[in-house]
């Protein structure tokens, strides 16, 4: 039987917290029964995404909060994040590109691919000011091409 | 995080321990600046001891091997934990990135550039030899102990008599050096009726299908090589790398045959290499005026088998199972090509008699009363100019592989001629079965 969890926990928008934010979220998750790969898959969408908040939408200050719920709803572990940062870059997000020269290649956009690859749903709303990120990944990974 | 600096000139190895997201990133960062300040070219990091990696991390590594790229060195990855391989692959790095599996492999890398740009540095230096046919310049190369490495037996092809029984696999990686009989294929049917010429190098296999239309087919795998399978009926491949590498230019801008090429190779051979015994194995980089093919014309197995119980190249068969080309059949192209060689005026009673005879005959569309008995096959591309001071042959014949336009593959006959050439030449030692094939489909 997978156990339902429900919690909400606030952490200061800096890239030090951002291992603890993983530690107690992917902690929920185990809890509610997810394997080991989805965790650590999980795991990098949140540090991807939390890394993302303190540096860009807080340019580093670690002055802002984030906020984070989590919850099972049936096969599916979901995480909203809430901040009160800049609001994230929108446009389309391109692949990074790999046919390219690894000389002459750019780094960015690596964690938003890193984060719509591992995660089996991501969505983004930006409204009174405020940036929310809800990442979903299913307790037990069915494709295994990763 | 935790970072050891270690010099080992002029190679600097920077062991990190724990976890490489962005907190970690900025702490390696601020290392590798540091040391990139220092002048350092030759970069290992160890990640034994990490097991976790963020796309801070990636950018770190990544904004780092650029900028020692620039600076003419690299920086390499060692002892990878899977879950770090996994975020590189994903983030396709582990294709065009350096990546080994232990640091003595790392270093081997970074020694063979450091190697190759003191050759680059010091060109003019360089011993060279100048003989009728052209001159050779000599890039040193690290010592190695050659061998060619067999699956099948040719009388099997020479009589028509591959069953699938005798069908070998063999998984293929980027410097497998080989030619042969084969194909490419999951399902028997697919290849085993029309197997036909076959080539490994660069990373690439290609293959002359015997399906009535002359049309070669290839096969450059993306990711990871070692996961393609190709089929073979009769394969020989060059293992233990190049012991000699050198660049030929041709005296005449019409080229040398390789029979004169392989003649002075023998002769350089005799003269520079005491363990000579005979046979070399050779990859070359050519630029070639004139390529003359032959090609068998069908797959050489049981079924096919001449009725007059005669070998395909025997005088009554030769014409339905092979063609020859009398005029070029392409000119001024740039070709990679694999083959080996034996000196007939060698003794060749020191090699292992059984297996030596596993791999030759003497091909039909050349007489008996000659010096060299030789197979070689080539990849054809449009041409491309020829580099500057090459110095590395797996990384020439990658770029050729990777820009070149492919035209074709063919067996070459003796009177095709190369102007210039990287040549990578292994002096066979012996030969033996080849470990990683293995029977079966």
Not at chain 1, 49 to 54: F, K, L, S, V, Y
Not at chain 2, 194 to 199: A, Y
């Amino acid at each position: 039987m997978k156990k339902s969890t429900e919690n909400e926990a606030v952490f200061h928008a800096c890239i030090n917290d951002v291992p603890e934010i993983c530690r107690v979220v992917t902690e929920a998750a185990r809890e509610s029964g997810m394997d080991d790969k989805g965790m650590w898959k999980l795991e990098l969408a949140l540090d991807e995404a939390c890394t993302n908040i303190a540096c860009y939408g807080y340019q580093n200050n670690c002055e802002g909060t984030i906020r984070l719920h989590w919850e099972c709803r049936g096969d599916d572990f979901y995480v909203t994040i809430e901040d009160e940062g800049l609001p994230f870059d929108q446009s389309e997000p391109t692949d990074p590109d790999f046919s390219s020269d690894i000389c002459q290649r750019k780094a960015g956009g690596l964690g938003r691919y890193i984060m719509r690859k591992f995660l089996d749903d991501l969505s983004y709303q930006r409204s009174d000011n405020k940036n929310t990120l809800i990442l979903v990944k299913k307790l037990i990974n069915t494709e295994d091409s990763d | 995080m935790d970072i050891r600096v270690q010099r080992r000139d002029p190679i600097l190895h920077i062991s990190l321990q724990g976890r490489f997201d962005a907190v970690g990133a900025r702490d390696v960062d601020a290392s590798f600046g540091q040391s990139l300040q220092s002048g350092d070219k030759y970069v290992i990091v160890d990640m034994l001891q990490v097991d976790y990696l963020s796309s801070a991390g990636l950018r770190v590594i990544l904004s780092a091997f650029q900028r020692l790229h620039r600076a003419g060195g690299s920086l390499a990855i060692a002892d990878l934990q899977p879950y770090c391989r996994s975020v590189l692959e994903m983030a396709g790095f582990t294709s065009a990135f350096p990546i080994f599996d232990s640091i003595n492999e790392a270093v081997s890398f970074m020694e063979g550039l450091i190697r190759d740009q003191y050759h680059t540095d010091h060109w003019d230096e360089l011993e060279t030899a100048t003989l009728e046919c052209g001159s050779f310049r000599m890039i040193p190369q690290p010592d190695s102990q050659s061998a060619m490495e067999v699956l099948g037996h040719v009388d099997d092809v020479l009589y028509s008599r591959v069953t699938p029984a005798h069908l070998c696999s063999k998984h293929f990686f980027e410097t497998e050096y080989s030619i042969g009989l084969g194909g490419l294929g999951d399902r028997l049917d697919d290849y085993f009726p029309i197997m036909g010429e076959m080539i490994t190098i660069g990373g690439t296999m290609v293959w002359l299908p015997t399906d009535g239309n002359d049309t070669p087919d290839f096969l450059i795998p993306q990711k990871d090589t070692g996961q393609v399978t190709l089929r073979t009926g009769f394969n020989v491949s060059i293992s233990g790398g190049f012991g000699e590498l050198m660049v030929f230019e041709s005296s005449s801008p019409a080229g040398a045959t390789m029979d004169t090429l392989y003649q002075a190779l023998f002769h350089l051979a005799r003269t520079r290499r005491p363990d000579f015994r005979g046979v070399l194995g050779v990859a070359i980089l050519a630029q070639m005026p004139s390529v003359f093919g032959s090609g068998i014309k069908r797959s050489p197995i049981k079924d096919y088998a001449p009725e007059n119980g005669e070998m395909i190249t025997h005088s009554s068969n030769i014409a339905e199972w092979f063609d020859f080309d009398a005029t070029p059949r392409h000119q001024n192209v740039t070709a990679l090509i694999c083959g080996v060689g034996v000196d007939l005026t060698a003794d060749l009673s020191g090699y292992d008699q059984k297996e030596f005879h596993s791999v030759f005959y003497l091909h039909p569309a050349q007489g008996r009363e000659q010096q060299t008995l030789l197979h070689n096959h080539a990849v054809m591309f449009s041409a491309l100019p020829f580099p500057e001071r090459p110095v590395n042959l797996d990384h020439e014949i990658k770029t050729v592989v990777n820009q070149g336009d492919f035209i074709d593959m063919r067996h070459l006959l003796d009177r095709s001629t190369i102007a210039k050439g990287l040549i990578g030449i292994s002096t066979i030692q012996t030969f033996r079965r080849d470990p990683k094939g293995y029977k079966g489909i």
